[in-house]
């Protein structure tokens, strides 16, 4: 099992940056495909970007392309999420996720879930 924990979640202004981590510990990391989705309060959890074992097969979903950028570190453990000209409706719960095989964009298939790092984008 992996456990992960996200951070550098925080309120910020529209336009404005974050960078978000999810550390992993407790499995090898490597092993696994690796996503952010995230939620609005009163809505489904969406998907926003994931990436694949080796870091080398990135994909963001259409409201985020072109803001965000998402890597990883394997050997820090660690997955990022950068985003860029930030909007209100950015605003949400972001939750990183962890599962074996290919990325996926639907969150059943995800076993593993960080507890959540809330940014909020004021207009």
């Known amino acids: 099992q992996v456990q992960l924990v996200e951070s550098g979640g925080g309120l910020v202004q529209a336009g404005g940056s974050l960078k978000l981590s999810c550390s992993a510990s407790?499995?090898?990391?490597?092993?696994?495909?690796m996503s952010w989705f995230r939620q609005a309060p009163g809505k489904e959890r969406h998907f926003v970007s994931s990436?694949?074992?080796?870091?080398?097969?990135?994909d963001l979903a259409d409201p985020v392309l072109g803001r965000f950028t998402v890597y990883r570190d394997n050997a820090r453990s660690t997955l990022y999420l950068d985003m860029d000209s930030l909007k209100p409706e950015d605003t949400a719960v972001y939750y990183c996720?962890?599962?074996?095989?290919?990325?996926?964009?639907?969150?059943?298939?995800?076993?593993?879930w960080g507890q959540g790092t809330q940014v909020t984008v004021s207009s």
């Open positions: 996720a962890a599962h074996f095989g290919s990325p996926s964009r639907d969150p059943s298939k995800y076993n593993f």
């Open positions: 407790g499995d090898t990391f490597s092993a696994y495909a």
């Open positions: 990436i694949s074992q080796d870091g080398q097969t990135p």
